[in-house]
């Protein structure tokens, strides 16, 4: 799942830390979804809907996963 954290955070010129403080996580949190290492919880995306005032689906992008084995 890819998503715009970290434009969406530097537009507004927040460190990773105090974007987790905002939304109540640790920043290693967030290192790990700007990263697109992690999926965030139902619970978190609302959260991040709420402080940035955008749909979730404005701030996460489902990228479906391709079967790698099939042509």
Known sequence: MKNR???LRAERDW???ELADK???ARQTIVALE???YAPSLVLAFKFSR??????EKIFIDEPETDKGKK
């Not at 402080?51 to 979730?56: A, D, K």
């Open 5 to 7: 954290l970290r434009v």
């Open 15 to 17: 460190s990773q830390a």
């Open 23 to 25: 939304v109540g996580v």
């Open 35 to 37: 990263a697109d290492k």
């Open 51 to 56: 402080l940035f005032q955008l749909p979730v």
